[in-house]
C-alpha cells in the first residue's frame, strides 16, 4: 500500500517548541510523545483511557493521551509535565505535591499533576462537576476528590494528593496567568 | 545480528524537560530518624524524570512480545514459528526448545516453565516471545504464530483439586499443615460455624510490567527491571539461561507500584533470550490486559471456621479448615499457608485449636505474594466469627473482643510466644474512644455523599449507617527457617555520605530511611543512596517492610562503624572515649566542648568505608502439626470502619476509617501516615470491589473497567487514633514495619461495619450489592 495512505504530515507545540513531524495516523499522542519526542514524562499505564497516567494538557484542556490521535492534535499546543515549570522554578502544582508528600512509586504522579492543573482551571472557570451545587463557584475538598477521580493511584495517596492539590487551588490566582 | 557496538550500548533515561531543579535541600530541613524527611527522588518524580523500565531506551533496540494462551488448560499438539517469522522486521522467535538452561523455574518450587511447550496449565500462559524492530510488528508476529491445541477440561475449584487429574507430575497439593494445638475434645458453651470466601485481589500497579535486556560483550546479559528482590530474580533467570550468576546482572529502575512481589518471572527470561540470541537489546512492556494474566495475584481463599466460647464470652476452641487456590503454578503458596494457619485464630488467646491448611494447584491465574498474604483473608474469617459469636452471646462485639486479647508472652495456636510488643487491648480501646463521625443527614448539599456516588445514588431514606471493628496482625521477616540477610555498606567522605545496599524502594521510603539512619550516626546532612544491582550484596527481597528492619540494622551497622573509624583517632589524640563525642550538623564535639572541629576536617581527605550485615533471630519452619517458632516480628492493628450502606441496592460508602497500629517507633510520621492511608485504601479495595473473575478459568475483562480500583472518591478519611510505640527491643530501632497490617484489618473492619448496618452475614469479599440488600418488610 502506498505509504503516504497510512501517514500525515503533523505539527504540534509541545512545552513551547514546535515539532513537524510524519506520523502514521493510528498513532496516540502517548506513543508520539514517549516514543518520537522522547518525552516520557506522560506514562502509559492502561493505554485505554481507564487509569488517567497519561493525562496532558492540549490547548490548556487536561486529556487522556493514550485515547486521542496524534493527527487530531495537528496545530495544538501540547503541555507535559516536562512542560509544566517554567525553567527556573516548579509549577506550583508540582511544589505542592513535593510539599504534602503526595505520592510514592511516583508512576501515576505525572498524570496527577497534569490532571490537577487542568482542574484548577476547570473549577477557575466555574465549569461545574458532578458534585458542584447550584451556582456557588466551585471549592474544598469534595470537588477535587471528585476531579481528581479519574486519576488512579495505586499507591493510594490520595490523602495527599487531594490536600496538595487543594494548597495549589488557593494559590492558584497567583499563578493563572504563567500557566499554559 | 548487529556489531558489538550496538551490544554495549548502555540504557539511558532520555531527558526530560529544561527543568532546573530548585536550589537544594535549606539548612532548616528535617533530618535524622523520627523526622519528616521527604524523599529525595521525590523531584524527579514530580517532574516526570525519574526513570522506570517502560521509559529506558537503548541505541539500536528491538521490542518484545509474548504469546500467550488463549486456554486455561489445553495440550500443546503443534507449535510453527515460520508465519512470524517469515514477517518483515522480525528479529527472533523463542519457544520453549529455545530455552538453554533449565527448563522450569519458580519462587519456592521450580513447577513452572518457562514457555508451555507441551500442557498450558493457566489462561495467559506464555509459549513463545517474539523480537522485532517496532512493538506493532513484535505483537502482530506473536500473533501469527501458530498453536493447535487440544483443549481440556480446566480445574477451577480448588475443592475439586484433590480429586482431580494431576495438573503435575508431583499433584496438585502444594502443601497441607494439620495444626494441632492443645485438646481436640474440648467443647465451648456457645458455638457459631462460618464459611468465609475470599476474591482474587490483584496488585494491579498503575505501572505495568516492563524491561529493557542488553547483551555483553562477555556473553552475559543486563536486565533492567523493577524488581522488588533482584538477587533472586537474577538467580532465577540466569539458571534459564544456563549462565552462571555473575554474568547476568539485574538492575532495578525506578520501581511502578509494588504491593508484593514484583515483575513476571517469566517476562524477565524472554527478554533476556531474545537479547542473547539476537545480540541486541531488547525491550518489553507489557500492555494492561497481560499484565493481569502474568503477574501473581493473592490467593482466593475458602475458610470454614467453628469457634468455641464459654457463656462469659472467653474464646475456648478454634477450628478451621484454609483452602488457598495457588493456581497453575506454587510460587510462594506455602508461605501463604503457613501464615494463614499461625494467624487463623487472629490476636486472641485460644487454648485449643485446630486448623487444617491446603494450597492446592488448579488452571486458576497463579497466586504469589501480595501483601498481607495469608493473613488478610484469615482476617476477614476470625473477626466475622468473632462478631457472629457476640451476636450469639449477645455482647458487645467490642467487649467480646477485648476478653480474648492476646498480648506479650500468650502463645499463638503454633506454640510460639509472643515475645515483640503486643498491645492488642490497648488498641483496641484508641479507635473505640474516637468520636464518631457525625450523619449527613437532611444535608442537600453531602446528598452526593451517599453510597452509590453522585450518579448511583438511591433513596436517602434507604441509607443505613454502620460501625464495626476488627483486630488483626501480620508478620514482618521471611517464615520457617528463611535466612533472613542484609548487607550494607556506608562511605563517606569531605562532607557527603553514600549508602549502598540493594534493598529496593518500591515507594515505601527505604531509600529515605536510609538517608535518616546515616543522617542520625553520622552527623551528615548530604546523604546519597545508591542505584540497586545484583552486583551490590544481596539484601532480600522487598516485602512486608522488611527492609526496615534487616536493611535499616545493617545500614545503621555499618554507619557505626564508620563513626567508630571517624572517631576513634580524635578521642586517641584527646585522651577521651568515643562515647564523649557527639557529631551533628557536620561539626564533631566533646562533652566538654575542648574538642571542636569539622568532619570534613577530621576525615583530611580520606574516605571511610564500611561494611556489615544484619541477620535477625532465626527461625524453624513449622512442623507436622504446625507447631514451631517460625515468625519474627509481629505487627497487630485495631481499626474501626463507618460505613453508609443503601440497604435496597446494596451499595456500600465507606465513610471513616479509624486506625491504632502499633508500630514499635516512629521513625518518619509522613511516611508512616501515607503507609497507612495506603494500606487502608487497599483493603477497601479489597472489600467493595477488587476480584479478578474467571469465567472456567479464563480471565474476564482484566483492565481497569472490569478491574476498577479504588478512586480519590472511593478512598475514606483515615483518622489515626493512635500509634503505639513500644519499642520491639529486638527489631532495629524497635519499629515495626507499617504497610502490610492496614491491608489485613481494612476489609475485615469494612465488613464488620456492613453487618451492622445490615445485619446480613457478609461472608465474602470483595462485598457484592446482593449481599448487603436488606429485603423491606
Ligand atoms: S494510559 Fe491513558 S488513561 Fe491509562
Ligand atoms: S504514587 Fe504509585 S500509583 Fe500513585
Redesign the interface.
Known amino acids: 500500500m502506498d505509504s503516504r495512505l497510512l501517514t500525515s504530515a503533523v505539527t504540534l507545540r509541545v512545552?513551547g517548541t514546535v515539532h513537524r513531524l510524519t506520523l502514521d495516523n493510528r498513532s496516540t499522542l502517548l506513543d508520539t510523545l514517549?516514543e518520537d519526542l522522547?518525552?516520557?514524562?506522560?506514562?502509559?499505564?492502561?493505554?485505554?483511557g481507564?487509569?488517567g497516567?497519561c493525562t496532558v494538557l492540549v490547548d490548556g484542556r487536561r486529556v487522556n493521551c493514550c485515547l486521542l490521535l496524534t493527527v487530531a492534535c495537528d496545530g495544538s499546543e501540547i503541555t507535559?509535565?516536562?512542560?509544566?515549570?517554567d525553567?527556573?522554578?516548579?509549577h506550583p502544582v508540582?511544589e505542592a505535591?513535593?510539599a504534602r508528600?503526595a505520592?510514592?512509586?511516583?508512576?501515576?504522579?505525572?498524570g496527577q499533576?497534569c490532571s490537577a492543573v487542568g482542574a484548577l482551571r476547570e473549577m477557575a472557570e466555574g465549569r461545574p462537576s458532578?458534585?458542584t451545587?447550584g451556582t456557588e463557584p466551585p471549592s474544598g475538598a469534595?470537588e477535587?476528590?471528585?476531579r481528581?477521580?479519574?486519576?488512579?493511584?495505586?499507591?493510594?495517596?490520595?490523602?495527599?494528593?487531594?490536600r496538595a492539590v487543594g494548597d495549589a487551588a488557593e494559590r492558584a490566582a497567583e499563578w493563572w496567568e504563567r500557566t499554559p | 545480528m548487529t556489531g558489538p557496538d550496538a551490544a554495549t550500548a548502555t540504557p539511558t533515561?532520555?531527558?526530560?524537560?529544561?527543568?532546573?531543579p530548585?536550589q537544594s535541600a535549606d539548612d532548616q530541613d528535617p533530618r535524622g530518624l523520627g523526622a519528616?524527611v521527604?524523599?529525595a527522588?521525590?523531584?524527579?518524580?514530580?517532574?516526570?524524570?525519574?526513570?522506570?523500565a517502560?521509559?529506558l531506551?537503548a541505541e539500536g533496540l528491538l521490542w518484545a512480545a509474548l504469546l500467550r494462551s488463549p486456554h486455561p488448560h489445553a495440550r500443546i499438539t503443534r507449535i510453527d514459528t515460520a508465519p512470524a517469522l517469515a514477517l518483515p522486521g522480525v528479529a527472533c522467535v523463542v519457544t520453549a526448545e529455545d530455552v538453554p538452561g533449565e527448563a522450569l523455574h519458580g519462587r519456592r518450587v521450580h513447577d513452572r516453565p518457562v514457555f508451555a511447550s507441551e500442557l498450558v496449565r493457566h489462561h495467559g500462559e506464555p509459549i513463545a516471545a517474539v523480537a522485532a524492530d517496532h512493538p506493532d510488528t513484535a505483537r502482530l508476529a506473536a500473533a501469527a504464530i501458530v498453536v493447535e491445541y487440544e483443549v481440556l477440561e480446566p480445574v477451577t475449584d480448588p475443592e475439586q483439586a484433590f480429586s482431580a487429574p494431576p495438573l503435575h507430575p508431583d499433584g496438585n497439593l502444594v502443601r497441607h499443615i494439620p495444626l494441632h494445638f492443645g485438646d481436640p475434645d474440648v467443647v465451648g458453651d456457645v458455638v457459631v460455624e462460618g464459611l468465609y470466601r475470599v476474591g482474587r485481589q490483584d496488585?494491579?500497579?498503575?505501572?505495568?510490567e516492563a524491561g529493557l535486556a542488553v547483551p555483553r560483550p562477555d556473553g552475559g546479559v543486563e536486565l533492567y527491571v523493577a524488581s522488588t528482590d533482584p538477587h533472586a530474580d537474577r538467580d532465577l533467570v540466569a539458571a534459564c539461561f544456563g549462565l552462571a550468576k555473575e554474568r547476568v546482572k539485574v538492575v532495578v529502575t525506578?520501581?511502578?507500584?509494588?504491593?508484593g512481589d514484583r515483575e513476571d518471572a517469566g517476562m524477565q527470561i524472554s527478554l533476556g533470550l531474545l537479547a542473547l540470541r539476537t545480540g541486541r537489546p531488547v525491550k518489553l512492556?507489557a500492555?494492561?490486559e497481560e499484565a493481569f494474566l502474568g503477574h501473581a495475584h493473592r490467593h482466593p481463599t475458602l475458610l470454614r471456621y467453628r469457634h468455641h466460647a464459654d457463656t462469659e464470652g472467653r474464646l475456648v476452641k478454634v477450628e478451621a479448615q484454609i483452602l488457598l487456590d495457588a493456581g497453575a503454578y506454587a510460587d510462594t503458596s506455602s508461605d501463604a499457608l503457613a501464615a494463614a494457619v499461625a494467624f487463623a485464630a487472629g490476636p486472641y488467646v485460644v487454648p485449643h485449636a485446630f486448623v487444617e491448611g491446603w494450597a492446592v494447584r488448579t488452571n486458576n491465574p497463579p497466586s504469589g505474594h501480595v501483601r498481607g498474604e495469608g493473613a488478610m483473608q484469615v482476617c476477614a474469617a476470625y473477626e466475622g466469627q468473632m462478631d457472629k459469636l457476640a451476636a450469639k452471646l449477645g455482647m458487645d462485639p467490642l467487649d467480646l473482643r477485648m476478653r480474648n486479647v492476646m498480648a506479650t508472652g500468650d502463645l499463638m495456636p503454633t506454640s510460639q510466644t509472643v515475645t515483640c510488643p503486643a498491645p492488642v487491648g490497648e488498641l483496641l480501646r484508641a479507635v473505640r474512644e474516637e468520636p464518631l463521625p457525625p450523619l449527613p443527614v437532611g444535608d442537600?448539599?453531602q446528598d452526593?455523599?451517599l453510597p452509590g456516588?453522585?450518579?448511583g445514588a438511591g433513596d436517602p431514606a434507604a441509607v443505613r449507617r454502620g460501625v464495626g471493628y476488627a483486630l488483626g496482625m501480620v508478620h514482618m521477616l521471611g517464615i520457617e527457617g528463611a535466612d533472613e540477610v542484609s548487607t550494607a555498606t556506608v562511605r563517606i567522605s569531605e562532607d557527603s555520605a553514600t549508602v549502598i545496599c540493594a534493598a529496593v524502594d518500591?515507594?515505601?521510603?527505604f531509600a529515605t530511611l536510609a538517608r535518616q539512619i546515616v543522617q542520625e550516626v553520622l552527623g551528615v546532612a548530604e546523604v546519597h543512596v545508591a542505584p540497586v544491582d545484583t552486583d551490590l550484596p544481596p539484601a532480600g527481597a522487598s516485602a512486608r517492610g522488611r527492609h526496615t528492619w534487616v536493611s535499616g540494622g545493617a545500614v545503621e551497622r555499618a554507619a557505626r562503624m564508620v563513626r567508630t573509624q571517624l572517631l576513634q583517632p580524635l578521642a586517641a589524640k584527646f585522651g577521651m572515649s568515643v562515647e564523649l563525642l557527639t557529631i551533628a550538623d557536620g561539626k564533631i564535639t566533646s562533652y566538654d566542648g575542648v574538642l571542636s572541629t569539622t568532619v570534613a576536617e577530621a576525615l583530611g581527605g580520606k574516605e571511610l568505608w564500611a561494611t556489615a550485615q544484619c541477620r535477625p533471630h532465626p527461625t524453624e519452619p513449622l512442623d507436622e502439626f504446625g507447631q514451631g517458632d517460625a515468625f519474627v516480628g509481629l505487627a497487630f492493628a485495631a481499626m474501626r470502619a463507618v460505613v453508609d450502606v443503601d440497604v435496597e441496592l446494596g451499595t456500600v460508602r465507606v465513610v471513616e476509617v479509624t486506625v491504632a497500629q502499633d508500630v514499635g517507633r516512629v521513625l518518619n510520621p509522613?511516611?508512616l501516615a501515607?503507609r497507612i492511608?495506603?494500606g487502608?485504601?487497599?483493603g477497601v479495595g479489597m472489600a467493595l470491589m477488587e476480584d479478578l473473575r474467571t469465567a472456567r478459568g479464563v480471565v474476564q475483562r482484566p483492565?481497569?473497567?472490569g478491574y476498577p480500583?479504588?478512586?480519590?472518591?472511593d478512598?475514606p478519611?483515615?483518622r489515626i487514633a493512635k500509634l503505639i510505640e513500644d519499642r520491639d527491643v529486638v527489631a532495629t530501632f524497635g519499629a515495626k514495619a507499617a504497610g502490610a497490617v492496614p491491608v489485613v484489618v481494612a476489609p475485615a473492619a469494612v465488613a464488620s461495619a456492613v453487618r451492622a448496618a445490615t445485619g446480613r452475614p457478609i461472608n465474602r469479599l470483595p462485598i457484592r450489592p446482593q449481599n448487603a440488600i436488606v429485603a423491606q418488610g
Open positions: 512545552n514517549r522522547d518525552l516520557t514524562g506522560a506514562k502509559k499505564g492502561c493505554d485505554h481507564q487509569c497516567s507535559t509535565v516536562e512542560g509544566l515549570s525553567g527556573w522554578s516548579l508540582q505535591f513535593l508528600d505520592f510514592q512509586c511516583g508512576y501515576c504522579t505525572p499533576v458532578a458534585v451545587v469534595a477535587i476528590r471528585e481528581m477521580s479519574g486519576n488512579l493511584c495505586r499507591c493510594a495517596a490520595y490523602p495527599n494528593i487531594v | 533515561a532520555p531527558a526530560g524537560g529544561s527543568t532546573r530548585p519528616s521527604a524523599p527522588d521525590a523531584l524527579a518524580k514530580a517532574q516526570g524524570t525519574y526513570p522506570y517502560a521509559d531506551w496488585p494491579a500497579p498503575i505501572g505495568a525506578g520501581v511502578p507500584g509494588a504491593m512492556v500492555t494492561r442537600d448539599e452526593w455523599l456516588g453522585p450518579d518500591t515507594g515505601q521510603g509522613n511516611q501515607a492511608e495506603a487502608v485504601a487497599q483492565g481497569f473497567t480500583l479504588p478512586t480519590a472518591l478512598t478519611e483515615v
